[in-house]
């Protein structure tokens, strides 16, 4: 196995600049994750660690070895694209040991992986058929396979579970989980789909317009995100936002207004904070209480409930505030829509944003964090 880091590096198409000085370092037996927005750059950068772009600038070294100029076979990466690849006229056996074969590999160790790794993807029963008689899903998980299958120094997957349903999707997700501890193999994924990153990652990488917006932990982007971008996009459903005005300040705490005129001070980092300024303040759904639990009480119109069994969420309408605020119960709740509703702000809960994006380092010590 084999760490990688990226130094500075940058993929441009003529003058259109994608990854933009990105710097990375991921260790040897890490499952990393590429989060962000479509257009983001995650799938190019991918494809530059691959070789199968060429870096516009910047160095990628594997293990020790500088690698901008290697060819891409020789890089002992593994890529599973987020498209299918396989030879058609080839059944699902020959399509997962196709690379050991080229290699020349024994055909008892060939049989033996690819046993182990069809009954992970629920594929030995299937073996024997042709691409042309699977489902689209089935194909995806062939494609895994294969890569799986020759245990590459780096395995590289783009958006490889995004063919299928979404019960086998958790289903994968569990094995790539286990297949990675089993292994211990470097890993790096890419999706857009932020459940997959939290479920899966050893550390996550957001990207936004082609920079590195923030590298850590899953639970260190959820509770401690250094800018408005990463607070809004990490967590479903998203963050709350809402304008607020600063009325006072002290070096581990600020006091902020509410539009209703509510003000209570929430224990971050306030020395780049100046009184009067004017500061988004960030809850997420799941983190508002009920009115007589919190430090300030909001309250708006319903406009839609879902309900979902083992919880609830709430659409609200609130004055002054642009977007729809959201409130996370778990269990089930008897609201409907048109009702009023109010709810709770607990301080310790809140982050503050300034007008830049640049997040207050909070400084309420969450669990597990």
Known sequence: MASVTLRNVCKAYGDNLISKNVDLDIADGEFVVFVGPSGCGKSTLLRCIAGLEDITSGDLYIGDQRMNEVAPSERGVGMVFQSYALYPHLNLFDNMSFGMKLAKA?????????????????????????????????????????????????????????????????????????????????????????????????????????????????????????????????????????????????NERVMVQLANGQSFWIPVDGSTVNKGDRMSLGIRPEHLVPCDEGDACIDGTILVVEKLGHETQVYLNLDHVDADFIYRQSDTLDVEAGQKFDIGIPAHRCHLFHSNGAACRRLFKEQGV
């Open 106 to 250: 024994d055909k008892g160790e060939i049989k033996k992986r690819v046993d182990h790794v069809s009954d992970i993807l629920q594929l030995g029963h299937l073996l024997e058929r042709k691409p042309k008689a699977l489902s689209g899903g089935q194909r995806q998980r062939v494609a895994i396979g294969r890569t799986l299958v020759s245990q590459p120094e780096v395995f590289l997957l783009d958006e490889p579970l995004s063919n299928l349903d979404a019960a086998l999707r958790v289903q994968m997700r569990i094995e790539l989980a286990k297949l990675h501890k089993q292994l211990g193999a470097t890993m790096i994924y890419v999706t857009h789909d932020q459940i997959e990153a939290m479920t899966m990652a050893n550390k996550i990488v957001v990207l936004d317009g082609g920079y590195v917006s923030q590298v850590g932990k899953p639970l260190e982007l959820y509770h401690y995100p250094q800018n408005r971008f990463v607070a809004g996009f990490i967590g479903s459903p998203k963050m709350n936002f809402m304008s607020v005005s600063i009325e006072q300040v002290e």
